[in-house]
């Protein structure tokens, strides 16, 4: 299974600042605990245990990526969540351009000495 696109902390400042969107998948306990990138979107996919509902979601997420071939970047802690969620979304509901943050705002971001602001 093909795995979707990842950016690392300095590509995901120049796709931001290009406009790209950046969708914060992680819970609001997360986003409190955590702080979130700035200028990211919190869009939560998976609750605390594990629940979604994708309609809904997608209809949100509708709101910020208007077109399936617009690139967007999907957060989550750890890159755990967003694979699953970029590939759902990729071979599911044929959106062409999902890309993630590798390993997630904490391996990916925090712990390379990047900042969060409050959620």
């Known amino acids: 299974m093909r ?11 120049i796709l931001m600042k290009a406009g790209t969107k950046a969708i914060d998948i992680r ?3 997360e986003w409190q605990n955590r702080g979130i990138i700035e200028g990211s979107i919190k869009l939560m996919f998976f609750d605390e245990q594990g629940n979604y509902d994708a309609e809904s979601w997608l209809n949100e997420l509708k ?4 077109s399936k071939d617009e690139t967007f970047v999907l957060i989550c802690a ?4 967003t694979k699953v969620l970029g590939r759902f979304l990729r071979d599911k ?3 062409k351009k999902v890309v993630e943050l590798c390993g997630g705002i904490e391996y990916g971001w925090i712990l390379k000495g990047r900042e969060t602001v409050e959620a």
């Open 78 to 81: 750890h890159a755990n969540r």
């Open 27 to 29: 819970t609001p306990a």
């Open 93 to 95: 509901f044929g959106y």
């Open 3 to 13: 795995e979707i696109e990842c950016v690392d902390d300095k590509e995901l400042d």
């Open 63 to 66: 709101k910020y990526v208007k």
